[in-house]
């Protein structure tokens, strides 16, 4: 759908739905930059925050039997 044709739809339209169609714009509009106004993901954001133990790779006693 292109843009004149767009305008000359929204001039058809009494003055009452013209608002509801700027509201929605509006809407869009904000809707656009919360979407744009995300920000990328940091590399090495989570560093040092775990940390595993000693052993962590060590066979568990309980399942010995099964080895």
Do not use: C, H, Q, W
């Not at 700027?22 to 809707?31: A, G, R």
């Amino acid at each position: 759908m292109t843009d004149i044709l767009i305008y000359s739809r929204i001039s058809n339209l009494p003055p009452n739905l013209k608002r509801e169609v700027s509201d929605f714009v509006e809407f869009l509009e904000t809707k656009k930059t919360k979407i744009s106004s995300k920000k990328g993901r940091v590399f090495g954001y989570a560093k040092d925050s775990i940390t595993i133990k000693p052993g962590f790779d060590d066979p568990l006693e309980d399942f010995k039997e099964y080895m």
